[in-house]
């Protein structure tokens, strides 16, 4: 099913979204992730795909059995640095021909050695050409990535919003955000883009901060600001795990709570392939009254 006629029949839409396993470990670890997940009743599982297209045929198997095997809509993330043109065609007819419907159209990032990169000649520059492309060949629902703080390497919020029109105008069926920590910050990017008249339901992502060192290096790498209230978290008990991991958890459901009271489209949660975490998530929001 496309995920655009989900969000039509449903709101507020839940999605998960895991990443596959390194490839030293079993792929199978990511199934025993999904069984767990699977009776909070996600609408669809959003599958990552590796820096530079590292696991782009797990990406694709993981996104195939979890429509196949586990009956929940799938989607596959796709992004165009680093593949020429004809290498994104044959990667999105082997989407097509796996039965996945659903792709989640991104730029990616420049590789980390190469703080100037430029893409080769022909090579896609963002993710604009990427939606072109996947539209030019018909048949998929397409995704792309929202920045309610602007992207990190964007200088001004309003010029990032005016190009997310114009990837939207492009055939854009739905949009995910990166995380925030402060639902105002969303809000605020929702009437925004209302404002320049993007329509497609946008789901806000939902990060769990679980643990300092790594939101830590999330934060560095996204740029999304921390407020007063997260940043007395981190010094009321980063010292200890196990309280940090239980008041992150709570952070994320007060999130979540409000955003739906505020009746958002949906809601993208990362669940960074944990299990219990994303099930107290789920179970202790309002998230859970969809299916009690
Ligand atoms: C929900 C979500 C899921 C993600 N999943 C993955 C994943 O699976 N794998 C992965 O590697 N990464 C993933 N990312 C990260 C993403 O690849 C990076 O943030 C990347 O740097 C930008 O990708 P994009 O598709 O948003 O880029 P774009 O839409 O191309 O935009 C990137 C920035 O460039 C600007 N821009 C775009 N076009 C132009 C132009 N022509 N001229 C000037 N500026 C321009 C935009 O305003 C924006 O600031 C994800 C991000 C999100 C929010």
Redesign the pocket.
């Known amino acids: 099913m496309r995920i655009k006629e989900i969000y039509l029949q449903k709101s507020p839409v839940l999605s998960f979204?895991i990443f596959p396993p390194k490839p030293d470990y079993p792929l199978d670890t990511v199934f025993q992730t999904i069984e767990g997940l699977k009776d909070l009743h996600p609408d669809f599982i959003s599958v990552?795909?590796?820096?530079g297209g590292s696991s782009r045929a797990r990406t694709i198997e993981i996104a195939a059995r979890v429509k196949r095997d586990c009956q929940i809509e799938s989607q596959a993330?796709l992004?165009c640095v680093g593949h020429s043109p004809a290498e994104l065609d044959a990667i999105i007819s082997e989407i097509g021909a796996e039965g996945i419907e659903n792709i989640?159209?991104?730029?990616?990032?420049p590789p980390r050695d190469q703080p100037n990169y430029n893409p080769e000649p022909g090579y896609y520059?963002?993710?604009?050409e990427l939606v072109k492309h996947i539209r030019s060949k018909g048949g998929f629902c397409i995704g792309?990535?929202?920045?309610p703080e602007?992207?990190v390497?964007?200088t001004r919020w309003e010029?990032?919003w005016l190009?997310?029109r114009d990837?939207v105008e492009e055939g854009v069926d739905f949009l995910?955000?990166?995380m925030f920590f402060d639902n105002r910050v969303f809000f605020n990017f929702q009437e925004n883009m209302l404002r320049l008249g993007v329509k497609i339901p946008i789901s806000p992502?939902i990060m769990p901060v679980l643990n300092i060192n790594q939101i830590k290096r999330m934060i560095n790498l996204s740029a999304a600001s921390i407020p007063a209230k997260l940043l007395m978290m981190f010094d009321k008990y980063g010292d200890n795990n196990k309280d940090f991991e239980k008041a992150g958890i709570e952070y994320a459901i007060n999130q979540i709570d409000d955003l739906l009271a505020n009746g958002v489209a949906g809601i993208?949660l990362c669940t960074m392939n944990k299990v219990e975490q994303t099930r107290m998530i789920v179970e202790d929001s309002q998230l859970g009254a969809r299916y009690k």
Request: proline share 0%.
């Open positions: 979204e990552t795909y590796g820096a993330h992004t989640l159209a991104l730029r990616g990032d520059r963002d993710s604009i792309a990535a929202a920045y602007g992207h390497g964007t010029q990032d190009r997310l990837k995910l955000t990166q992502g993208h």
